[in-house]
Nanobody, 127 residues
Framework: EVQLVESGGGLVQAGGSLRLSCAASGFTYDDYRIGWFRQAPGGEREGVSSISLSDGSTYYADSVKGRFTISSDNAKNTNTVYLQMNSLKAEDTAVYYC??????????????????WGQGTQVTVSS
């Protein structure tokens, strides 16, 4: 059974840092990508960053370039994807979700591409 479990959210002051984790298990192959998305109250879910677990290619939304870094730790049964978030701003406040895209035929920013989702973790940045 495929599972995605996020952790690492919390409350931080503007300018601070947080590291989110997404533990992906149940996959029988590594040829998929993990994307981080966020959704603020009243807003749509937007793509933040993505990483391909097969070749390590990474992608970022313009709003987080230079501040966020995505990385992965590929173990035998569980791949963990991290999102290091630095220089956080109030506008980064949202519920953050990780998703797994097993086909990878569309743009990483499109949430309909993703086949599996985690439960989400709240990130709140106080100004």
């Amino acid at each position: 059974e495929v599972q995605l479990v996020e952790s690492g959210g919390g409350l931080v002051q503007a300018g601070g840092s947080l590291r989110l984790s997404c533990a992906a298990s149940g996959f029988t192959y590594d040829d998929y990508r993990i994307g981080w998305f966020r959704q603020a109250p009243g807003g749509e879910r937007e793509g933040v960053s993505s990483i391909s677990l097969s070749d390590g290619s990474t992608y970022y939304a313009d709003s987080v370039k230079g501040r966020f870094t995505i990385s992965s730790d590929n173990a035998k049964n569980t791949n963990t994807v991290y999102l290091q978030m630095n220089s956080l701003k109030a506008e980064d406040t949202a519920v953050y979700y990780c998703g797994a895209d097993v086909t990878r035929w569309g743009p990483w920013t499109s949430d309909i591409q993703y086949d599996y989702w985690g439960q989400g973790t709240q990130v709140t940045v106080s100004s």
